[in-house]
């Protein structure tokens, strides 16, 4: 283990302009997210993005999970994709960047959601003629037809609805590509992958998808068979469920080649009872009925996080049972995995008063939670077409969840595994193992913010007035600052602006929007005297001296940026 050398601070000097709150609990770490579709207002424009931040805000939330590609079109301007051409965008307007330009200068995490299975879906052929539908679609044929095939021969559900052929190694490679595309502009924190599965909308008890030429093709070549497999057939079944882990591989491959510390997680279906003593997960309908294996994802590490869409009415005794069970699944399957597992309620399905009855049953097993939708938080909102009666109907979402389960800010749990995990250690309360050393954080309530102590095992060096005497032990490293407050909030604080000053008969120094802080923070450092230094002889034994050194002391994050 590398050597770490460290002079011990005596105290944390508390510098004048912000007063210590009263002590208060604790921030916690949990995942609560909305979802932001683009089937509704939202992030069209920047006024719709700004009211999006600051009801997340509002709710204590601490990620958005923006629908970005719905049907093969991007709601952005600098991907692989085709740009989305609603209306109501505007011309240059880039929905993408201005949700993770006002996102992330609020703290929230911003995650692109991709739907994955979903070709097109009007009757009419995308203005693009880069879009899949057209290079790809009905006017293709043998490999070069990516269109799902139903085994009654039906391509388009209704006429118009149409999927990605998952069994297709080309379409595979190619949603990969263009998710990539996304991690290589854009800063988002993560990628959501929807509609991962095959489709529903079949005519018997088996699903029926999954019979194009291609698949069939490869069927054939894997298992030596001859006949086209009737929907029931176990071994056509396993092949099908393959072909979606293989795309989630290739995803997840394609991200990890370009940002490995950007978060995978996945919209599992959650579709009748979830498992249990009796009732095995392969018998479920996830695993069984779309072929979306989303527990083998995350035990087998392709996944972050599941956020499942656990869409049951609260007011109905069955689904609330159901809801229920899938909780108590994902808890013991994140206690398993050490995976995110994230219970995703329909608020467009329930009263406030219910959605909250479920928020709390969820988070009390210690999994996160995701609302869907933003644009519909209740039946009521739902079934109204008023602005304002969804507006009403969210405000009072908020005043209930921050009322409840989410009365504190919470950070996003740590990911251990990714690679960028000591970013987030500082403001994640409690014990840490990253990069092969420990950790522990503890935040207070502080002014109008929060203060997280973090700590490590470290071997120090102290001068005891005769002799250097060595120890490992905890010993602070750094003071956190949440960015729950804006530039002008901290006003002249010294921690929060460039300069040099004195507190307690010591000199500081702090710098801002530079290289070592980022965009968006500041660092302070205090004059330590006498510090203990080392280095190394000769004959590769250590010898030690004091001198007097700058020490890193403590960051401060701004809400503004």
């Known amino acids: 283990m590398k050597k770490i050398l460290t002079a011990l601070i005596a105290a944390l000097v508390l510098v004048a302009g912000v007063i210590a709150a009263p002590p208060a609990a604790a921030a916690t770490a949990q995942w609560r997210s909305f979802w932001v579709d683009t089937l509704n207002p939202g992030i069209f424009n920047a006024q719709q993005v700004k009211q999006v931040v600051a009801d997340a805000r509002a709710a204590n ?5 923006v629908q970005v590609v719905r049907r093969y079109e991007c709601f952005c301007n ?28 609020a703290g929230l995490e911003v995650h692109a959601w991709v739907n994955v299975g979903t070709m097109w879906s009007a009757t009419a052929a995308p203005a693009s003629p880069n879009h899949v539908f057209n290079t790809n679609g ?75 030429a291609t698949s069939l093709q490869r069927f054939h070549a894997a298992t030596g068979t001859t006949e086209t497999p009737l929907a029931t057939d176990a071994a056509f079944s396993n092949f099908r469920r393959q072909q ?6 290739k995803i997840k491959r394609a991200i990890d080649r370009t940002a490995p510390s950007t978060v995978l997680s996945v919209n599992g279906i959650s579709y009748g009872y979830g498992p249990s003593s009796t009732r095995s997960w392969e018998a479920t309908d996830p695993y069984r009925a779309v072929f979306q294996d989303w527990r083998g994802w995350a035990r087998n590490g392709l996944v972050d996080v599941v956020v499942l869409m656990n869409y049951k009415r609260e007011s109905n005794s069955t689904q609330a049972a159901q809801f229920r069970s899938w909780n108590v699944f994902l808890a013991d399957l994140q206690e398993e995995t050490g995976r995110l597992m ?58 209930a969840l921050v009322a409840g389960p989410f009365r504190e800010w919470a950070a996003v749990p740590l990911m251990t595994w990714k690679p960028d995990a000591a970013r987030d250690l500082y403001v994640i309360p409690g014990y840490h193992q990253v990069n092969g050393r420990e950790w522990r954080t503890d935040c207070e309530a502080y002014s109008q913010t929060r ?25 602070f490293n750094n003071l956190t600052y949440l960015p729950l407050m804006t530039r002008a909030q901290w ?29 968006g923070g500041c660092r302070s450092y205090v004059l330590t005297y006498g510090m203990v230094h080392s280095a190394r002889n000769a004959d590769g034994t250590w010898r030690y001296y004091r001198a007097n050194a700058w020490v890193f002391n403590n960051m401060v994050r701004f809400l503004d940026g």
């Open 451 to 475: 203060r997280c102590t973090t700590e490590i095992k470290a071997t120090t060096v102290t001068f005891d007035g005769r002799r250097y005497v060595k120890r490992f032990d905890w010993v």
């Open 78 to 105: 600098n991907s692989d994709f085709p740009r989305a051409t609603d209306s109501g965008l505007a011309a240059g307007y880039d929905p993408l960047a201005e949700v993770i330009r006002q996102g992330h200068a």
């Open 342 to 399: 994230v219970s995703g309620p329909a608020l467009y399905l329930n009263t406030v008063a219910e959605s909250l009855r479920q928020a709390n049953a969820a988070t009390a097993l210690g999994i996160g939670w995701s609302g869907y939708s933003y644009a519909n938080p209740s039946a009521p909102g739902y079934a109204s077409g008023s602005t304002s009666v969804k507006g009403a109907e969210r405000r009072a979402l908020i005043d």
């Open 61 to 65: 939330a601490n990620v958005l999970i």
């Open 244 to 249: 979606v882990t293989a795309t989630v591989t």
């Open 491 to 519: 006003g002249t604080n010294p921690l929060a602006r460039t300069g040099e000053f004195t507190s307690s008969g010591r000199p500081w120094r702090t710098e801002c929007d530079t290289p070592a802080t980022g965009r």
């Open 138 to 212: 009905p006017s293709a044929s043998g490999a070069n037809r990516w269109m799902n095939k139903r085994s009654d021969g039906v391509e388009r559900v209704d006429g118009a609805a149409t999927y990605l052929d998952l069994g297709n190694p080309a379409a595979q490679d190619y949603i990969a590509a263009k998710v990539a595309s996304i991690v290589e502009n854009y800063n988002v924190d993560g990628i959501n992958l929807d509609y991962i599965r095959y489709p529903d909308h079949s005519t018997g008890g088996a699903n029926q998808w999954g019979y194009s």
